[in-house]
């Protein structure tokens, strides 16, 4: 018993020291429309060499479940439209259904979401809408007769054609049409703690609008920014206004609180010759810096500090999809395991290394140092941070853990990513740009054991005070007063689980 008691307390102590390397809030789309796809043993193999924490797949595969027990990885199941009539009508239907393709693999395989349905509402069938919150209410009362509900969240996905007003993202608001039906599917996904899951494509919103300006609107690039009027907040990419419009929509019914998954966004690899948007380049920009963007837990505008969970779309290219070439090519991964292009989610990537304490090295190419500016926005270096950061540099020394996270603000960081990105650039002025927020110096901007490398000298030579940060003896303090606290912390713990030991000896 004393054995158990202490093992306990240590379970505690350490669950208040997250992982630096965790990025549950990376996920990505595993479809299956294709005759080419590696077994499921060897892409849950390939999962393991990535970062990617979740899987989101169209159904219930049992060989693809099976495979991905004991990795660890968060798994999305999801039942068919045309199943919601049965999961409906009768109670039954959605037992057999969690008895078939829950609890046979429950809990290690790691199911955390089921999906009852996908994209329902814009089906236009008023039958299958009006099944679908039954259906919902069905699968929750299945897993709550076995003991999982809570552990297994049940939810639906939407297309962003859900919102009838999205711009700017303060006055995001459901489309008319889609209230009354909304309204109880967001009752029940309150009263269970389960996320709204959207799909937001800055890809399609592109091809609607396809102007340069746009397309860095939409990659994460540097931009000129677009103003919500109604907050004075300037956005620096579109899937940051996506998500803040649905967030106002939710808050327009007074579900505010409900959280967001993005169960679906990416950009496509290639297309027809008429298709405007498909290209590596761009899906590389827009994916890397997606990924940059999360995991500078920066947050969005109006849900700040917390990355949304976001499932990129797809793992691989789906060659029996129909429709227009580009719905075959948003794959990641090749089916022989290679990257279609490099996005820093390999587990052995530098740019993915987020929990890293190295201080940056390199061979320096450019005289003096890359900083940000005074007076430009956050926004606007949170925007430059997104896109230097997905450009292949370590931005691993300003994520949390890193040599360069405190002090944590955003001037601070892009002037470590800005001077990243200039160091490994061209001998060029224009590399130190960023759309007019960044400027080279001849100070040296390091500071304690954040090494910002070049200026013509050696990447570990001494620096003087920082003076784009908030605080240069803000570090410092942190080293000597939170570890300290972190081993009292454990010394009280081991006192307490000594005695506990002792009184039952």
Known sequence: MAISICFSLLLIFLSHFPSSHAESFIGVNYGQVADNLPPPSETAKLLQTTSIQKVRLYGADPAIIKALAGTGVGIVIGTANGDLPSLAADPNAASQWINTNVLPFYPASKIILITV????????????????????????????????????????????????????????????????????????????????????????????????????????????????????????????????????ALKSMGFEKV?????????ASRGDPNEVGPSVDNAKAYNGNLIAHLRSMVGTPLMPGKSVDTYIFALYDENLKPGPSSERAFGLFKTDHSMVYDVGLTKSSGSSSNG?????????????WCVSKKGATDEQLQSSIDWACGQGIDCGPIQPGGACFEPNNVASHAAFAMNMYFQKSPKRTTDCDFSQTATVTSQNPSYNSCVYPGGGGAAGSAGVMNKYVSSDKLESKKNEAVEPKVYSSLSFLLIVMSLILHVNM
């Open 259 to 267: 959280e967001i998954v993005v169960a679906e966004t990416g950009w």
């Open 356 to 368: 890293s304490s190295q201080t940056p090295s390199g061979k320096v190419t450019s005289t003096g």
């Open 117 to 248: 349905g996908n994209e329902v509402l814009l089906s236009k069938d008023p039958n299958l809408v009006n099944q679908l919150l039954p259906a919902m209410q069905n699968v929750q009362k299945a897993l709550e007769a076995v003991s999982l509900g809570g552990k297994i969240k049940v939810s639906t996905v939407h297309a962003m054609s859900v919102l009838g007003n999205s711009e700017p993202p303060s006055s995001g608001s459901f489309a008319s049409g889609y209230q009354a039906g909304l309204k109880g599917i967001l009752q029940f996904l309150s009263d269970t703690g389960s996320p709204f899951a959207i799909n937001p494509y800055p890809f399609f919103a592109y091809q609607s609008d396809p102007r340069p300006e746009t397309l860095a609107f939409c990659l994460f690039q540097p931009n000129a920014g677009r103003p919500d009027s109604n907050t004075g907040i300037t956005y620096m990419n579109m899937f940051d206004a996506q998500v803040d419009a649905v967030h106002s």
